[in-house]
């Protein structure tokens, strides 16, 4: 076989080639060597000293470890339903036909774009101080000032409310299935006397139930890694109540130099994020439904 006959055929490869050595870099090596790591106790300043699953045992004797996962999981399960819930009840909204829908559509995602930056964690930590713009509104209700970020409930609060406030990227994906909903159904439903839930709850939902699912399964993923938030706003305070497993990442690796038990941390992390997606997948076929049989 001539020499142009084999680049040719492998030219594929070739123009891949830069991705797979990117992949290679930055994301196999770190994945294997966070494994490696997290069988030892190494803390950056000398060898690393085989422990086996001892940092794995320590994590699991450890309350305030354990703590910060079940306010991850707490965290999770109070973030992914309200953002989901507010971005399909807007999506829903805007899909309809009204003058200057396109300016709303992109006022409500412009949160999404500027929420995980710094300057937002900050803006929000001020709007909910004692003397910020919260309670400045809530006092002319007469409701006295809070105090969020010291009490342990209205921290956890806080952080909640600004992811919750990011929708607008499930909100586009949801506005992109409703795009594809049939209106012959709708017409039809309406003729047979289904009023605007009865549609809503008929129609509506089990067709974009596979973008409900696909939605689901990426929110729970980011919510399980949230950052920004905690670390900025609350710095995990007080009483450890917005201290996420991310956060305790953070913590052990660039703040106690252990990185043994960083990555033994977030190997469990990676698991149980695992196990939530793979109980996901197995629930789809009792409520995702597909249009293709072979889909589902």
């Known amino acids: 076989m001539s020499l142009g006959k084999i680049a040719k055929k492998n030219i594929g490869l070739a123009l891949i080639l830069p991705w797979w050595i990117g992949f290679a870099i930055f994301k196999l090596y770190p994945f294997i060597t966070s494994m490696v790591y997290s069988l030892h106790d190494y803390n950056l300043f000398r060898q690393p000293e085989f422990l086996g699953l001892g940092n794995y045992i320590s994590i699991l004797n450890d309350s305030l470890t354990m703590k910060a996962f079940g306010v991850t999981f707490l965290y999770a399960v109070c973030t992914v339903p309200l953002e989901l ?12 036909k009204m003058k200057g829908i396109n300016f709303f559509r992109t006022a409500y995602y412009i949160p999404s774009i500027l929420g995980g930056s710094v300057s937002i964690a900050v803006l929000w930590k001020f709007l909910f101080r004692t003397e910020g713009l919260v309670n400045m509104i809530l006092g002319r209700f007469g409701v006295e000032p809070f105090n969020w970020l010291g009490d342990p409930n209205g921290a956890f609060i806080v952080i909640v409310l600004l992811k919750v406030w990011q929708f607008g990227s499930p909100m586009v994906i949801f506005l ?3 795009k594809g909903v049939s209106e012959d159904l709708y017409e039809a439903a309406s ?3 289904a009023k605007k839930w009865r549609q809503f709850v008929s129609i509506t939902v089990p067709l974009i139930t596979p973008v409900i699912f696909y939605n689901f399964v990426t929110q729970l993923c980011n919510k399980f890694q949230e950052f920004n938030g905690p670390f900025i706003i609350t710095q995990g305070g007080p009483l450890r109540s917005t201290t996420l497993v991310s956060l305790l990442v953070y913590n052990n690796a660039f703040k106690s130099y252990n990185m043994g038990m960083a990555s033994a941390i977030a190997w469990l992390l990676f698991l149980i994020i695992m196990m939530f997606t793979a109980v996901a997948f197995i ?11 072979d889909g589902r």
């Open 85 to 96: 819930g507010f971005a399909l009840f807007i999506a829903y909204i805007l899909n309809y």
């Open 283 to 293: 629930s789809q076929k009792h409520w995702v439904y597909y249009s293709d049989e």
């Open 176 to 178: 992109a299935a409703l």
């Open 191 to 193: 003729i047979d006397g």
